[in-house]
Nanobody, 119 residues
């Protein structure tokens, strides 16, 4: 499975961005997907995850009510819509896909896309 993120950029505080994660390869094995981020000097942290069918989502407390995760399996693409951005949201955002096939699970990561929020 190959993951490619896009949609990052520079935005002022209070603004919005939508990140996309396009999956290719053995996409039929993808189960849960998620967004993670890593800011300068910080460890990578979970932002949000979404189940295979999209009916189950969870969010970090820091982004609840501001970010929305979604996925379109017909396009093999996951999204993260970010509203009311804050300078502390500045980080590199990574797409993650958990796969399972014949009882074997694996984790895949994209290269990330940079989000910078100016105050």
């Amino acid at each position: 499975v190959h993951l490619v993120e896009s949609g990052g950029g520079l935005v002022q505080a209070g603004g919005s961005l939508r990140l996309s994660c396009a999956a290719s390869g053995s996409t039929f094995t993808i189960n849960r997907m998620g967004w993670y981020r890593q800011g300068p000097g910080n460890q990578r942290e979970l932002v949000a995850t979404i189940s295979r069918g999209g009916g189950n989502t969870n969010y970090a407390d820091s982004v609840k009510g501001r970010f929305t995760i979604s996925r379109d399996n017909s396009k093999n693409t996951m999204y993260l819509h970010m509203d009311s951005l804050k300078p502390e949201d500045t980080a590199r955002y990574y797409c993650n896909a958990q796969t399972i096939w014949i009882g074997v699970s694996a984790n895949y990561w994209g290269q990330g896309t940079q989000v910078t929020v100016s105050s």
